[in-house]
């Protein structure tokens, strides 16, 4: 059971370029949750989707795109990179009931 | 909006010392989830608190949310090297499907 997916693991990009960050969860949640981790920062929710077909803003939406193409997948997109995206971004999913969230292992993003 | 507040945010002790990370709020809390985060890696659920008063136990650690709902902790007993990460405390209100999340209390433990 492989859980919560994120891909890739690691990336560079050029200041300007757009890029798109896979997640999957096998786990059947309805909740799905995007988060940027910064030094000091905590996590800082982006997007969330709470059930298939809906997406709504966190705290740091702006320079952010998302898409809930199925109940197992939640895409995460930048569509023109700045050095401040510059983090390592989560995934969460989360049974509706409690909301305890499952996290993926991380993409660690540079934005030159 | 609501905030939920960590403390310390660093923590360094030697092995076999005790720890206790304390999250507190302004308002009342609802459901207080407790997750840890080893370096390098993910957050990691560790335990939900719902009741008044609830105290929960998981070998070493132990979880207490307050009387008044305003505050929980997490105490762990005798350090360990595995015990090293950032622990965060999250509060779920329930009816917009988010967590508050606390910014976390890193813990270093000298062997």
């Known amino acids: 059971n492989a859980g919560v997916t994120q891909t890739p693991k690691f990336q560079v990009l050029k200041t300007g370029q757009s890029m798109t960050l896979q997640c999957a969860q096998d786990?059947?949640?309805?909740?799905m949750y995007w988060y940027r981790q910064d030094p000091g920062m905590g996590l800082r929710l982006i997007y969330y989707?709470?059930?298939?077909?809906?997406?709504d803003k966190g705290e740091v939406p702006n320079g952010y795109n998302v898409s809930r193409l199925n109940k197992r997948e939640f895409s995460l997109r930048l569509e023109s990179a700045a050095p401040s995206q510059t983090s390592v971004y989560f995934c969460?999913?989360?049974?509706?009931?409690?909301?305890?969230?499952?996290f993926g292992a991380g993409t660690r993003l540079s934005v030159l | 909006g609501q905030q939920v507040m960590q403390i310390p945010q660093y923590q360094h002790v030697q092995e076999g010392e005790d720890f206790t990370t304390y999250c507190n709020s302004s308002?009342?809390?609802?459901?207080i989830q407790w997750y840890k985060q080893r370096p390098g890696g993910h957050p990691v659920f560790l335990i939900q608190?719902?009741?008044s008063g609830e105290v929960k136990k998981q070998k070493r650690l132990t979880f207490q949310f307050g009387e008044a709902k305003k505050n929980s902790s997490l105490h762990i007993t005798a350090t360990q090297t595995t015990d090293v990460g950032t622990y965060f405390c999250?509060?779920?209100?329930?009816?917009?499907?988010?967590?508050?999340w606390g910014l976390g209390t890193s813990l270093a433990v000298n062997p």
């Open positions: 786990m059947n949640h309805n909740s």
């Open positions: 999250a509060d779920y209100a329930g009816n917009n499907r988010k967590l508050i």
């Open positions: 989707s709470a059930s298939e077909g809906t997406t």
């Open positions: 608190l719902v009741k």
């Open positions: 308002t009342t809390l609802s459901n």
């Open positions: 969460a999913s989360a049974i509706v009931a409690k909301n305890i969230q499952y």
